[in-house]
């Protein structure tokens, strides 16, 4: 392709609003513009890019048994009333009307329409198990769009779901797209790994992430040092193991803490560790309030407590329910003396004596609280987050934190949809069975904006050969120096017929100009044909490592393969 002939807008400032590399990169290197918050165009480069991650899912796909088709973006408003997800799903759902007043809804993901496809289509367990996928637009009306195409109100996404007659059939597609997503990340050049995950609004248990490892990662993983453990911080179970303090119980002390709210400040007034106090805190579980307690040094995992009592939502009470329900703010709520609701705690306050908590009373705590005397706690459970330094839940190491990127998500949704949308089949004895469902989601344009953040340097980006929108950056340093532009010509000929895909800057530029952009556009290899032309000789550059080469023309080709072979 002729540089002159394509749209590679390039920027010398980065622009304000691009707060990590790969949005300011893919900006600044003409791969992507702005339309609205939240919502871009992919332009020639980018879509090359994205071509080839596509080619790399459909191979994948295709490989691990599933068949492509294509849903409608827009679907109606009635799937998603019979899921109830039109209810739960929340502001993110982008929701619209036709002419007649009928409502849609924009697919953020395509449960209910696939669910709804297959149970008209399929009746029998001789039609299962059935894997389905397609590459699509999808939107989500972010309420935050942020980190450019990373988080988006619209977004291409691959999607599959897999349709099964038992628990084990389930298992067995499961574990190959598992192997298959494992091996496209893989492809795409990415460090990543693959975590224990929640499952959030799609429902469904047995769950995992795929995660890119990058410093602006709006997700944390919690991995083992010595083994290949790894869950999103969310999903780490705590398996520590705490002793029972022996020291001898005190007398219980109401004591002024005037203006002292937080743990921190509590902890310091009163001379003592934050691990000797309780963190006492409301939350609404679906429709009812329990009050969870924590150690002062621990914080509550709301999805533990969510998943604890299989519920839809577990939400943080505001500061109005918490005076109504306790009669006190937040910074001053105890266990003792709540007798209305229930009293749920981690088991690290089981090994707590002698602490402090708040005493439901405006600016006064409690000293030498102890469970069981004082309050009773309805049940324990692990109900706070990992910490580094906490021992793996594999009982092997330690865990360590990093931050991650999600490109990937696989699900076991079980009968959720199915028997909400009334798809089900006839098993081998005539009865009527809700077919086992898997869902399975790869970020098309967030794994291109992923290798973007994993792969540049401070001249920009830096793409790894299979990912390349092209294999070659040829420069012609002056295309009105007839020897140059003849040599330039011939080249990218010759390059193209050997089957290189090649970008052949041909524009009245400066060279310093034509050298930026090659380095911001960040092709594998760069060809300049400057002033040796004349000699057939040219400069080769790899991008990677800034190595070069003067190679005669005859040799070029040759140079290229084993250049291109060694990245």
């Known amino acids: 392709m002729k540089q002159s002939m394509t749209l590679i807008p390039t920027l010398r400032e980065t622009p304000a609003d691009a707060e990590i590399k790969s949005h300011q990169l893919l900006l600044k290197a003409g791969f992507i513009r702005q339309t609205a918050s939240g919502v871009y165009s992919y332009l020639p480069l980018a879509k ?26 827009m679907a109606p408003a009635e799937l998603w009333q019979e ?47 059935l894997a389905l996928y397609q590459i699509q637009t999808k939107f989500r009306d972010e309420q935050r769009p942020r980190f450019g195409i990373l988080r988006g109100r619209e977004f291409i996404m691959k999607d599959a779901y897999s349709f099964h007659a038992s628990q084990e059939s389930l298992d067995e597609i499961y574990e190959k797209l598992y192997r298959a997503y494992s091996n496209v ?9 693959a975590v224990i995950a929640d499952s959030g609004a799609m429902g469904g248990k047995d769950t995992h992430e795929f995660m890119v490892l990058s410093d602006v990662g709006e997700d944390t993983i919690a991995y083992s040092d010595t083994s290949d453990y790894a869950a999103n911080i969310e999903m780490a179970p705590v398996i520590t193991r705490y002793e029972k303090n022996s020291e001898e119980q005190r007398e219980l002390q109401k004591v002024k803490t005037e203006n002292k709210k937080t743990i921190a400040e509590v902890s310091s007034f009163l001379d003592v560790t934050e691990k000797q106090c309780v963190k006492s805190l409301l939350f609404k579980v679906d429709e009812k309030y329990i009050l969870v307690l924590v150690r002062g040094d621990h914080e509550v995992n709301d999805i533990k407590l969510k998943n604890l009592f299989e519920a839809r939502t577990a939400e943080l009470a505001g500061a109005e329910e918490t005076k109504e329900i306790l009669g006190c703010s937040v910074g001053s709520l105890g266990p003792v003396g709540v007798n209305n609701i229930e009293i749920i705690a981690d088991h690290a306050i089981e090994g ?13 705590h409690y000293l030498n609280v102890n469970p069981d005397r004082d309050f009773k706690v309805n049940q324990y459970a692990d109900l706070r987050f990992i910490k580094e330094g906490d021992p793996s839940p594999d009982g092997q190491g330690n865990i360590l934190f990093a931050e991650g990127i999600e490109v990937g998500h696989i699900f076991k949704l079980g009968t959720r949809y199915s028997e909400a949308m009334g798809a089900t089949y006839l098993d081998e004895n005539g009865r009527s069975q809700p077919m086992i469902m898997g869902c399975y989601g790869i970020g098309v344009s967030r794994t291109m904006a992923a290798i973007a953040e994993q792969f540049n340097d401070e001249n ?64 594998p290899i760069r060809v300049t044909v400057g002033k040796k032309a004349a000699e057939g000789i040219v400069e080769v550059k790899v991008r990677k490592t800034g190595e070069m080469h003067e190679v005669h023309k005859a040799q070029l080709e040759e140079t290229i393969t084993q250049l291109l072979k060694s990245l």
């Open 48 to 73: 090359k890019v994205l071509q080839k991650i596509e080619t790399i899912v459909r191979e994948e796909m295709n490989n691990a048994g599933a068949v492509e088709i294509l849903m409608p973006a």
């Open 83 to 129: 899921s109830e997800r039109w209810y739960s799903y929340g502001p993110e759902l982008m929701r619209m009307k036709d002419r007649h007043g009928r409502d849609f809804v924009l697919g953020p993901t395509h449960e209910e329409v696939i669910t709804s496809l297959v149970r008209d289509e399929v009746k029998s367990y001789k039609r299962l198990p």
């Open 185 to 193: 990340f893989s492809r795409c050049g990415l460090n990543f790994r």
């Open 352 to 364: 707590i004596s002698n602490a402090v908590c708040g005493a439901n009373e405006e600016d006064y």
């Open 460 to 523: 920009g980006l830096v793409w790894p050969v299979k990912m390349s929108p092209y294999d070659l950056h040829l420069i012609a340093v002056n295309m009105k120096d007839e020897s140059q532009a003849t040599l330039a010509e011939e080249l990218y000929s010759q390059l193209k017929q050997k089957g290189y895909d090649v970008l052949m800057d041909d524009r009245q530029e400066r060279p310093g100009v034509k050298f930026t952009d090659s380095d911001l556009i960040g092709l």
